[in-house]
């Protein structure tokens, strides 16, 4: 399948820092997907975006389509206790790229951690 | 409340004995996939569907089985599980094709 590189692999942020993370590909994206996920817990989507360009607020996130289509980013302002856990991207491909019926393809995931 | 649920959670088993694991969302999604998660490798598209009666492989379909005879059912099903398939697996579902899924709480599952 399509590679997407997340980056960092962890974070270990004090409390109340901003956090930024991040998602490239050699390959071309229609849609780029955010979801975070908590331990124990299935993936829940954060945040959507459909355009090149576009950039999303959701509370303190927010995320980013690039404007050449192979890249994403997600900040998280004022980082609190409960935005622990792994922030995964998932691009999806056009038709035309092939890929499986919904050509959906995730990052590895970016640990965050908090120190008190 | 609008959700994917699966079952059971947690199984533990030993080679060879067929399981199914259960997955159901009651949000009249037209298409259903199952992932499984591993570290290191992230989450990989095991099989997917459409709609009722259509299923097609994912990434890594090798030693899984699904069905749809329902909409809101998408069954997990191996045949004779070997230790290779211990895993992390997750149901997602979206309305349509290529709209953002929505994932159940995961089934770990442990092979002897």
């Known amino acids: 399948g399509q590679q997407l590189n997340q980056s960092p692999q962890s974070m270990f942020i004090q409390e109340g820092e901003d956090v930024s993370m991040n998602c490239t590909s050699s390959?071309?994206?229609?849609?780029w997907l955010w979801y975070k996920q908590d331990p124990g817990e299935g993936p829940v989507l954060l945040i959507a975006?459909?355009?090149?360009?576009e950039l999303t607020s959701n509370g303190r996130l927010t995320a980013q389509f690039g404007i050449t289509r192979k890249d994403s980013f997600l900040n998280i302002s004022a980082s609190i206790p409960s935005d622990v856990g792994i922030y995964f991207c998932a691009g999806q491909l056009p038709r035309y790229s092939g890929g499986g019926a919904d050509g959906l393809t995730f990052g590895k995931g970016t640990h965050l951690i908090i120190q008190p | 409340e609008a959700q994917v649920t699966q079952n059971p959670r947690y199984l533990i088993t030993v080679t060879g004995k067929k399981l199914t694991v259960t997955c159901s969302q009651n949000?009249?999604?037209?298409?259903m996939s199952w992932y499984r998660q591993d570290p290191g490798l992230g989450l990989r598209q095991i099989y997917y569907s459409m709609n009722v009666e259509v299923t097609d492989k994912g990434d890594v379909p090798e030693g899984y089985k699904v069905s749809r005879k329902e909409k809101r059912n998408f069954p997990l099903i191996l045949e004779s599980p070997s230790p290779n398939q211990t895993s992390l697996y997750f149901c997602a579902s979206s309305l349509l094709n290529r709209e953002p899924q929505y994932f159940g709480p995961g089934t770990r599952l442990t092979v002897l």
């Open positions: 949000m009249n999604h037209e298409y």
């Open positions: 390959s071309i994206f229609n849609t």
């Open positions: 975006l459909y355009k090149a360009g």
